[in-house]
């Protein structure tokens, strides 16, 4: 089964077609990308297919979903990620995710605690 995600970016079909060399190597390599003018002339739509399938069938999608290497997660972080670089430069991170968000690492990650009051 081919993983598919499309996003909206606000830019030219120009403009990300120049940047797509700094992209991640999942939107690189064996990949589908088509591009269309995106509704209301809110800049470019683009639609990417991965042909790439998880081995041991659904049980193998079951469990790459869980610990995030499945291709449909791999593919739209991977989207998220070249939206925000085409878009503002740079790829968003915070104190909670310094290496940005990203599936597999959120698995990993603790719950929230809550400061304790200055006193």
């Known amino acids: 089964m081919a993983a598919s995600s499309a996003v909206t970016i606000n830019r030219s079909e120009q403009e990300i077609t120049s940047q797509l060399s700094q992209a991640d190597p999942l939107l690189t390599h064996d990949v589908r ?3 269309a003018p995106a509704p209301g002339d809110r800049g470019t739509e683009v639609r990417v297919v991965l042909d790439q399938s998880v ?3 659904a049980l ?3 469990v790459a979903a869980m610990v995030g ?3 449909q997660r791999r593919l739209d972080d991977a989207l998220r990620r070249f939206k925000q670089l085409v878009e503002t430069g740079e790829v968003i991170r915070s104190e909670a995710s310094p290496d940005g968000t990203d599936a597999k690492q959120q698995r990993r990650q603790r719950a929230a605690q809550p400061l ?4």
């Open 55 to 57: 081995a041991g069938g």
């Open 33 to 35: 990308i088509s591009y």
């Open 60 to 62: 193998g999608q079951k």
């Open 116 to 119: 304790p009051a200055d006193q």
């Open 69 to 71: 290497t499945d291709p």
